[in-house]
Structure formats: structure tokens, C-alpha cells
């Protein structure tokens, strides 16, 4: 069956950088296009990022552009995002989905940006 699972989260201050790492199993990785979709607390889910089944396309919400990598390694049916300059308002728990809308998703893997 389809699994999604991340890791990498943490706890880390202002300005920090975390790399998060979604393996991925149960379907042909290579021929999807991923996605990373985040929740803060009281929040809906939110698109993050898209990166295209080659790895040469990629897309971010506006308020991670310039601070967040999203890159894959489809030897290893790995996608990641690697996340630079930390905001306390990136806190959220982070998830590699399979679809934008954030449905098909893994269990997340909690980001906490706080001094």
C-alpha cells in the first residue's frame, strides 16, 4: 500500500534550518509529482511546495520562496525540503502528500521555529 513517512523535525530558533526527508513506498515514486503541505496549530492545511517528477520543476507559496529547497532523489524514492532561515510563523506539522490539496499524505513530522 501507498506510505508516506517523514522525518527530520524539530525544535529550532529564528533563523535556524532543518531538512525534512518523506520516504516514500507503495507506488511508482518517479512518476508523481510531490508535494510538501504544512498545518500550524488552529490552522488548515496549506501547500508548501511542488516539485515535478524529474525534479527540474519546482513551485513555493510565496512566504517560504527564497528560504525553502525542495529536491528529490528518485533512485531512492526520497523527496525533501530543505528549510534555511526559519520563521517562528513556519511552525506547523510538516507533510509530503501526493496530491496538492494535501490529501494522500504521510503522518508529518512536527517543525517548531521558537527562541
Known amino acids: 500500500q501507498v506510505q508516506l513517512v517523514e522525518s527530520g523535525g524539530g525544535l529550532v530558533q529564528p533563523g535556524g534550518s532543518l531538512r525534512l526527508s518523506c520516504a516514500a513506498s507503495?507506488?511508482?515514486?518517479?512518476?508523481?509529482?510531490m508535494y510538501w503541505v504544512r498545518q500550524a496549530p488552529g490552522k488548515g492545511l496549506e501547500w508548501v511546495s511542488t516539485?515535478?517528477?524529474?525534479?527540474?520543476?519546482?513551485d513555493y507559496t510565496d512566504s517560504v520562496k527564497g528560504r525553502f529547497t525542495v529536491f528529490r532523489d528518485n533512485a531512492k524514492n526520497m523527496l525533501y525540503l530543505q528549510m534555511n532561515n526559519l520563521k517562528p510563523e513556519d511552525t506547523a506539522l510538516y507533510y509530503c502528500?501526493?496530491?496538492?490539496?494535501?490529501?494522500?499524505r504521510g503522518q508529518g513530522t512536527q517543525v517548531t521555529v521558537s527562541s
Open positions: 516539485i515535478s517528477i524529474g525534479g527540474s520543476v519546482k
Open positions: 507503495g507506488f511508482s515514486f518517479s512518476s508523481k509529482t
Open positions: 502528500a501526493r496530491e496538492r490539496s494535501g490529501s494522500n
